[in-house]
């Protein structure tokens, strides 16, 4: 029988601590209060690190770990494998530095999305050493949202159901998660908002967003430009200019 959620992660060394951050994920989606679940990790790591922690977390709970070593070495591509590969009916997107905020996190996100509704976003917090939350943020969606006025946050706070999950666009890496954001909001209507903190996002040196050129954001502006040039409203085109600059 299908679990009733997949947690989908997508893994790689990230510099030597990417099993390091898992540890906790992992540790924190063992002691959850709901536990018609599995975790399928898409791993890209160049070592046995990520593998060797799933088998020790399998103990607990259902893992399957995949390796994608050949895969595209982007997260837009991970994540998406990581989906690709889930069995669940709703699917939860978890960045393997991120972590659910407590035991009753995923039952909650679980109980609302089976009240109605195709997908979900949560509020979240970010920490910078794994223990202290700091900026509670509540999900927005706005016209501004698809060029990079990002004020929803990672794509962690994701939830959707697996019958209308769209994958990531692997053309992206800096806007990969407000385009599907977008995407999901003009085809589905409004999200389903939990307000209260659900998910952390750590910040660290390490995540993706530390290391987005200028060149990059100019790539993916033009890119964004053309693919939603009929659905942008003025304060929107705005917003594109706005970043544009900011990108020279």
Known sequence: MAPAVSICIPAYEMGGQGAYYL??????????????????????????????????????????????????????????????????????????????????ALRQIHQALESGGKWLLCGSCVTHDGITLERPMVPRLTEKLQFGKNTVSSPSVLAVHRDCAPRFDEKLTWLMDVDLYKRLWDCHGDPVILPDPLVVNRLHEGQVSASVSKKLRRKELRYMRSKFSTVTSFRGWLEYQRQRLKAL
Not at 28 to 52: G, K
Not at 55 to 84: P, T
């Open 23 to 104: 540890n906790l994920s992992l540790e924190i989606l063992a002691n959850q209060d709901f536990t018609d679940f599995e975790v399928v990790v898409s791993d890209q790591s160049c070592d046995n690190a990520v593998a060797n922690l799933c088998a020790k977390h399998g103990q607990d709970m259902l893992i399957r770990h995949i390796w994608n070593r050949d895969g595209k070495r982007q997260a837009s591509a991970n994540v998406n494998n990581a989906m690709s590969h889930a069995e669940g009916t709703l699917l939860k997107v978890l960045f393997q530095d991120d972590f659910l905020n407590g035991s009753s």
